[in-house]
Nanobody
Framework: VQLQASGGGLVQAGGSLRLSCAASGRTSRTYDMGWFRQVPGKEREFVATISRTGGRTYCGDSVKGRFTISRDDAKNTVYLQMNSLKREDTAVYYC??????????????????WGQGTQVTVSS
């Protein structure tokens, strides 16, 4: 499966962005999907995952209550709605698929498929 992330950009603190991840090849409905983020010098950090049916979602503690993951399998696309953005949300965001433990895969090492990343910058 190939993953293409988009939607990043520059936003002021308190603002919102929606990231998209379009899947091609095998359709996205085959996989649990997720988002991670990374800043220079740090490991890729778990953000959110969604099960292949969309029935279960998980969010990292640092984004819980602010970010929402969803999917539209008709469009083979997964979304990350980010609200109440903070400066510490600044990172490159990567979409991913097929975690070794399904939607409960919280380590970047559990994933074989990655998109190219999209930069999110939050200014004060």
């Amino acid at each position: 499966v190939q993953l293409q992330a988009s939607g990043g950009g520059l936003v002021q603190a308190g603002g919102s962005l929606r990231l998209s991840c379009a899947a091609s090849g095998r359709t996205s409905r085959t996989y649990d999907m997720g988002w991670f983020r990374q800043v220079p010098g740090k490991e890729r950090e778990f953000v959110a995952t969604i099960s292949r049916t969309g029935g279960r979602t998980y969010c990292g503690d640092s984004v819980k209550g602010r970010f929402t993951i969803s999917r539209d399998d008709a469009k083979n696309t997964v979304y990350l709605q980010m609200n109440s953005l903070k400066r510490e949300d600044t990172a490159v965001y990567y979409c991913t698929a097929a975690g070794r433990f399904g939607a409960e895969s919280y380590s970047y090492q559990d994933y074989p498929y990655w998109g190219q990343g999209t930069q999110v910058t939050v200014s004060s």
